[in-house]
Nanobody, 125 residues
């Protein structure tokens, strides 16, 4: 089993930045596909970004392109999401997720095996 714990959320003003971290334990996630999703109040959980086991080929939702950067440090068993130029629409609970399979859509919630409990990001206008 893999446990994922997110941190780094908080309250920030429009245009500000936050860096979310996801710490994995129980097993090394070196060969796992790791992703970030978010869920705003009253809305479905949406894909934000994903990164392959090699750290290559990051994938971003259109809303995240150019503003967010996903990265991983396999030596520390962590995945991060740097978020810049934050907007009120970015307000949501952000979830870290991981899966063993490298195949299939990275944007599918159902394809992920493990989830963290989420961290709240609030962007004030």
């Amino acid at each position: 089993q893999v446990q994922l714990v997110e941190s780094g959320g908080g309250l920030v003003q429009t245009g500000g930045s936050l860096r979310l971290s996801c710490a994995a334990s129980g097993r090394a996630v070196t060969n796992y596909l790791m992703g970030w999703f978010r869920q705003a109040p009253g809305k479905e959980r949406d894909f934000v970004a994903a990164i392959a086991w090699s750290g290559t080929s990051p994938d971003y939702a259109d809303s995240a392109k150019g503003r967010f950067t996903i990265s991983r440090d396999d030596a520390k068993n962590t995945v991060s999401l740097q978020m810049n130029s934050l907007q009120p629409d970015d307000t949501a609970i952000y979830y870290c997720a991981g899966r063993r399979s490298a195949y299939g859509s990275r944007r599918s919630l159902q394809s992920y095996d493990y989830w963290g409990q989420g961290t709240q990001v609030t962007v004030s206008s």
